[in-house]
Structure formats: C-alpha cells, structure tokens
C-alpha cells in the first residue's frame, strides 16, 4: 500500500518484489496498475491462474511504457548468452538432450520459514527450480509439451515443523523438436563436485556445451572456443531492467518467460 502511495505523488518510478511467492500476483499487479516499472523475483505466481493474472496486467502495462521484468537471472548472463548464440548460430547443430540438475547441500535458513510450505511457496520445483526450467525452454525456443516425474521427501521428514514441500524428485521434459530434458533435483547432496552443484549440459548433434561453466567441446573432445566471462547473475539483471527503463528495450526475461518457467 505504501509503494502504491508513492508511486501517486510520483516520488517512485520503479519497484523490485521480493517477496514469498504467495504475495507475488497481488503485489505485482497493484505495482503495474499504479505505473510503475516492476521488477519481479520468480515466479509470477502460484498457480497457472495467478500466472495468467500477472501476465495480462503486464501485458497492458507494456502498451503504457511500464517495464516488466522476472527474475529469471540467467537470461543476462554472459556465459548463457553465449551459449544459447552458439546454438542459436546453428554451429551445434540440433539440440538433442540436456541432463541438468540443482542438487543442494542442505534446506535454506529456517527463518525462510514460508519456503517450506507449499501453499507459500510453490514447491521447490517452482521456487526455486523455475531458473532452470526457463533455461531449457530457452535451449529448445519453447515450452515442453509433456513432462513426467516422482518426487517426496525421505531425508528432511518434518523438518523443520510442518514441511509440506519436497526434498527431492526426477523429471522428464518432451519439448517439439523431439528434444528431452533429464533433471534431478534435492536437498541433500553430498560436498564434492560429482554430487552437489548447479549444471544443464546440451547434447547437441556437434559440440557438447555446458552452459553453467560457459564451456563447449567437440564431438572429438576438442575444446570449443567461444566467448563466455563471468559475472553476477543477479547484478547484470538489475542492471539489465534499469537499462530497459533508460532505453523503452523489451526485457530479456518478459513476462512471457516467467509464465513458461
């Protein structure tokens, strides 16, 4: 109520929403239809509907000026960028395979307390895995039409107190193409790099890129070159949705790719 007030006396031009997801829908759409620039954290919503409410209140705000971003930070990194330019270039050829995964070394601080709960959160699979499901629409240029995966909780059982979200669970997307995504995802890896971490590594028909690390090889295992620097994901963002107010640019992460994700 009170960005909304400011936004009145035009003291504010722009807001970043951070809050639980259970509150995104309302406080973007009240954020949007007071004029203001917003930039969301994933997702729009907890629910296909909430996401259809977000998107259309963006969608119109879109005709008045106002920006929408999501969060969906690995759309302005670097070394992402150059690898969807390297299958975009058509230079790999076919994308025939990503195996991907988000394997956690443990739960997030329990003051997180609304992450725990699903009707708060979404899941791990929405709250937290969202970036990666819009890395793989990414590589495949649309959205999966089917998906198939298993899932619970056999490690964190009620913990903390009332736990209703999933510490674990396998996924198989289909995307058009023919294409198919392998990802695990769980809360208690083990600490050494075979176990524990954040990949997407795309099988195409000519080179093997890992988009995380930035890297790609041949079908000979030869090293691939292309340009790919580092960078904080969440500051190129930010400073990716100031541009796009400065210059009226559409963002990378619209409000589209937060309804697919």
């Not at 990949?199 to 930035?214: H, P, S, T």
């Amino acid at each position: 109520d009170r960005v909304v007030e400011l936004a009145g006396t035009g003291e504010i031009d722009a807001v970043v929403i951070a809050t639980p997801p259970f509150l995104h829908r309302d406080h973007a759409t009240a954020a949007l239809r007071a004029g203001l620039h917003v930039y969301l954290e994933k997702p729009l919503g907890l629910s296909v509907d909430e996401g259809v409410a977000v998107r259309d209140e963006a969608r119109q705000a879109a005709s008045r000026g106002q920006v929408f971003q999501i969060g969906l930070q690995r759309r302005y990194n670097p070394r992402y960028l150059a690898g969807i330019d390297l299958i975009r270039s058509g230079r790999a050829g076919q994308v025939l395979f990503v195996k991907a995964q988000w394997h956690n070394l443990g739960n997030p601080a329990r003051r997180k307390n609304w992450f725990y709960r699903r009707e708060k959160s979404g899941d791990i699979v929405l709250e937290q895995a969202s970036h990666q499901m819009d890395v793989f629409n990414w590589v495949f240029d649309a959205p999966p039409t089917a998906a198939c995966g298993f899932g619970g909780t056999n490690r964190f059982v009620d913990e903390p107190d009332g736990r209703s979200v999933r510490d674990h669970y396998g996924l198989t997307l289909d995307y058009p193409c023919g294409g198919k995504v392998n990802y695990s995802h769980l809360s208690y890896a083990i600490p050494d790099r075979r176990f524990s971490g954040v990949y997407e590594l795309v099988f195409a028909e000519r080179f093997g890129i890992d988009l995380w690390n930035g890297l790609a090889w041949d079908r000979s295992g030869k090293r691939v070159p292309f340009d790919a620097p580092g960078g904080s994901d969440s500051r190129l963002a930010l400073e990716g949705f100031f541009g796009h107010i400065r210059n009226g640019e559409r963002p990378a992460a619209d409000v589209d790719a937060g309804f697919f994700a």
